[in-house]
């Protein structure tokens, strides 16, 4: 693990980030990442914010927050770089983003994350969230003979079964 003996300044995001923030992110699943499909977008939304914290100038950490209806300031795609972990960063970019939410009257912020996410889940719960649901991810192959397709709500019957 790296030691930050810099400050962590957290700010907008700007379009020369990606590069950056795509490159210690492009394997955070085992199928990839979303980042690099929803960075134009985030980058471009008028009515939330992209976050990028940095130490030393270089880009190590990301979250975008989206404003929903009912004062709710959603966070999302929090990534940070591994190498700068358990140093503050996340907690950083959490402020700004519950910052940013308060700054266009919202009163309740939001995220998920997975279950399987310990990290996250420690992370989480000293920042003052509250569990409100939990779900399971679930898949299966197709049976024998059968072709996989998305459910539809005609499905919903027989998903229930």
Known sequence: MRRVNSAINVRAARAEDKSAILAFCQN???WGDYIGDAWDGWLADSTGQM???SVDDKPVGLVHVKILEGGVGWLE?????PDFRRHGISTALDRAGHNF???RDCR???????EKNIAAQKTIATQGY???ARFGEWSAQPA??????????DDAEKILE
Do not use: D
């Not at 309740?108 to 997975?114: F, H, K």
């Not at 024998?144 to 709500?153: D, Q, V, W, Y």
């Open 51 to 53: 976050f990028v914290g």
């Open 130 to 132: 509250e569990i409100i």
């Open 108 to 114: 309740v912020a939001r995220l998920v994350t997975s």
């Open 101 to 103: 939410a308060r700054g």
């Open 144 to 153: 024998p003979g059968e072709c996989a397709r998305i459910a539809t709500l």
């Open 77 to 81: 795609g929090m990534r940070v770089h």
């Open 28 to 30: 955070t699943f085992h």
